[in-house]
């Protein structure tokens, strides 16, 4: 794939065109409204100047996988008009600086860091948006829920008043068999639609996080309500994706 790196604002303003036209036709072969599909871009390893331009192109809320490169970018552009969400897996002493500077947190995987995030949030005084994230390539991974435990952890998570359930995120496999991409993203719709089942109130609004530049169209026309989408709107990342998957190899 092939995503020319943004450079001023207009050059932000035709990427961020072009992909909320795609948006539109994908949510469109569904049988979808545009407006049920949010597009968070994600700007990590972009540096400040340029996330500056895109802010500008009217990127109000963007999406870092790395708490610390949020905080760094977050303590930069304190006097732009701009919130954050993290999206990538948390160590639990570092849920301080999400309660921080964000506004969401697209990677919650397990109680425990539930537990150390709704501590922070109770002191702070204050709630967050949080996504459940969800194994659903089979692939080995220390971190994130099995399938077979998100009803469980649905259930525990309404013990913490702080943090309001979203829905579901995940990662598909890296491939470029769509057949196998898609059924991850059905997966996790299925596992959200289940959960609704057992209890309407469950999953929250019942959102689904998923799709990324490479497949961001499958996973709308699979239901997803947020995009999490970079190189297409930022330009081609030349860091391996490695180091920000600590699951994936390179
Ligand atoms: C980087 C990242 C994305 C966006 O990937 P692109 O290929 O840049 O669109 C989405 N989700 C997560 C968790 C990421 O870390």
Same mark, same amino acid.
């Given at each position: 794939m092939d995503y020319p790196t943004a450079l001023s604002v207009e050059d932000f303003t035709r990427n961020l065109a072009r992909v909320r036209a795609r948006i539109d036709e994908a949510a469109g072969r569904a049988g979808r409204g545009a407006d049920e599909v949010r597009l968070l871009p994600v700007s990590k390893t972009v540096p400040e100047? $340029?996330?500056?331009l895109a802010i500008e192109a009217?990127?109000? $809320?963007?999406?870092?996988?790395?708490? +610390?490169?949020?905080?760094?970018k977050h303590d930069a552009l304190l006097e732009t008009d701009v919130s *954050?969400? @993290?999206?990538?897996?948390? +160590?639990?002493?570092?849920?301080?600086?999400?309660?921080? @500077?964000? +506004?969401?947190?697209?990677?919650?995987d397990s109680l425990r860091l539930a537990e150390a995030l709704d501590r922070r949030l109770q002191a702070a005084g204050r709630g967050l948006d949080v996504y459940v994230q969800v194994n659903t390539s089979g692939e080995e991974s220390k971190y994130v829920l099995h399938p077979d435990d998100v009803l469980d952890t649905l259930a525990r998570l309404a013990a913490f008043d702080s943090l309001r359930v979203q829905g579901l995120?995940?990662? !598909?496999?890296?491939?470029?068999?769509?057949? $196998?991409? $898609?059924?991850?993203?059905?997966?996790?719709?299925?596992?959200r639609d289940r959960a609704r089942d057992v209890? /309407?109130?469950?999953?929250? /609004?019942?959102?689904l996080s998923m799709g990324m530049s490479g497949d961001y169209e499958a996973?709308?026309?699979?239901? !997803?309500t947020v995009v999490r989408v970079g190189q297409a709107i930022f330009g081609e990342r030349s860091t391996p994706d490695?180091?920000? *998957? /600590?699951?994936?190899?390179?």
């Open positions: 100047d $340029r996330v500056r009217g990127c109000h $809320r963007l999406g870092e996988n790395k708490v +610390q490169e949020a905080v760094r *954050w969400s @993290i999206i990538g897996h948390l +160590q639990r002493n570092k849920a301080r600086d999400v309660v921080a @500077i964000a +506004q969401e947190f697209h990677a919650l995120m995940t990662l !598909a496999v890296f491939t470029p068999d769509t057949t $196998r991409v $898609r059924s991850c993203f059905r997966l996790l719709r299925d596992l209890d /309407p109130g469950l999953v929250g /609004p019942g959102g996973a709308i026309e699979e239901g !997803a490695s180091h920000y *998957w /600590p699951t994936h190899e390179a």
